[in-house]
């Protein structure tokens, strides 16, 4: 069974970091790239972040980039996202998904996800 | 970026219904699009990949349409599990983005 687990959230200020895990069993990690996606409250979805499988290549919107960090540790079935410079705007449940492999590449689209961890950015 | 705007925002159907959702990218995505269901609380479960793909485990009440910038997403018979939020979503390009949703809401 595939289970994805994040951890990590909590209340932070503005200008804050935080970092945040996603510990993954049931399928092959290293096969598979990972993202990252928030949903603010009593919004829409949005993609923050992938990262291919073996880590080598990361993507991120303009909305964070520079800012968000994605990595994972193969060894221990982990996805991370540091994040820092905070800001009010980044309060949302953050979810990680899995993107799966398709030939050379992966497919983005997220066909397993996690339950969330809340951030909040709050003075 | 491309937008995605799915419309209705909001669709009040009976169970047993007929239920089309409609989803319009900005450009073209090609066949790169998927669907979503969210109930509340929960996380987003994959409905369709590619358009038309189902997901395993997904019923055959649930079908997608589609190509290059106008896709459906159809429940044949609206079941009373069916009732949540809808998101589209394309890989075609960078960033991979969502639509707004469509609640299907209990008429």
């Known amino acids: 069974e595939v289970q994805l687990v994040e951890s990590g959230g909590g209340m932070v200020q503005p200008g804050g970091s935080l970092r945040l895990s996603c510990e993954v069993s049931?399928?092959?990690?290293?096969?598979?790239?990972m993202s990252w996606v928030r949903q603010a409250p009593g919004k829409g979805l949005e993609w923050v972040s992938a990262?291919?499988?073996?880590?080598?290549?990361?993507y991120y919107p303009d909305s964070v980039k520079g800012r968000f960090t994605a990595s994972r540790d193969n060894s221990k079935n982990t996805l991370y996202l540091q994040m820092n410079s905070l800001r009010v705007e980044d309060t949302a449940l953050y979810y990680c998904a899995t993107n799966p492999p398709s030939g050379s590449g992966y497919y983005y689209y997220f066909d397993y996800w996690g339950q969330g961890t809340l951030v909040t950015v709050s003075s | 970026e491309i937008v995605l705007t799915q419309s209705p925002a909001t669709l009040f159907l009976s169970p047993g219904e007929r239920a089309t959702l409609s989803c319009r990218a900005s450009q073209s995505v090609s066949s790169y699009l998927a669907w979503y269901q969210q109930k509340p609380g929960q996380a987003p479960r994959l409905l369709i990949s590619?358009?038309?793909n189902r997901a395993t485990g997904i019923p055959a009440r649930f079908s997608g349409s589609g190509s290059g910038t106008d896709f459906t997403l159809t429940i044949s018979s609206l079941e009373p599990e069916d009732f949540a939020i809808y998101h589209c979503q394309q890989r075609r390009n960078w960033p991979v983005t969502f639509g707004g949703g469509t609640k299907v809401e209990i008429k």
């Open positions: 590619e358009t038309s």
């Open positions: 049931g399928f092959i990690f290293s096969s598979y790239a």
């Open positions: 990262i291919s499988g073996s880590g080598d290549n990361t």
